[in-house]
């Protein structure tokens, strides 16, 4: 593990209940799913219900290469273990339709645990915007890859 991605592990703390903004990237930042079918696959593995057990993925947003996911953790698996799954579910679905094998998310993630004065709402709004800022849409509505349990 280089010392880059060490420092971001230093200090991390897995508390069941907390809400946490996840990001990661693909692996060389590869827009992967700009590509509408494994976009398709990817989001699909977000929103199986088996996979989170009782932690609850209350927003996120699929860009070309990166991801953002508001999570409530809960108490079957802690922080890592939450990214792990996501990842590993995402990426073994996307080598299928692929062909291919190895790693899809590269192996960091960053996380920020939201403070209880932060506004839930703001920041899944923010996640669910990502997009228009990033000029892909016109409009948050017309982009395909997010949800959140407020909408």
């Known amino acids: 593990m280089s010392s880059r991605h060490a420092a971001l592990r230093r200090g991390r703390v897995s508390l069941p209940g907390q809400l946490y903004l ?7 930042r590869q827009a992967l799913f700009a590509d509408f079918h494994l976009a398709c696959t990817a989001a699909r593995a977000f ?5 989170l057990d009782d932690a609850r993925l209350l927003a996120w947003v ?10 409530s953790l809960g108490e079957c698996f802690s922080l890592e273990e939450l990214v792990l799954r996501l990842k590993s579910a995402s990426a073994r679905r ?7 094998k190895g790693a899809v998310w590269a192996p960091a993630y960053h996380d920020h645990a939201l403070r209880a004065e932060e506004d ?17 849409v016109k409009r948050a509505g017309d982009y395909s890859f997010w949800d959140a349990v407020w909408l």
Do not use: F, K, S
């Open 120 to 136: 839930v709402q703001a920041v899944a709004r923010y996640i669910v915007a990502n997009p228009l800022r990033a000029g892909l």
């Open 62 to 71: 699929l860009m070309p290469d990166h991801v953002h996911w508001l999570v």
């Open 22 to 28: 996840l990001t990661t990237t693909t692996v060389e």
């Open 47 to 51: 929103n199986d219900p088996r996979l």
């Open 94 to 100: 996307v080598n299928a339709i692929r062909n291919t």
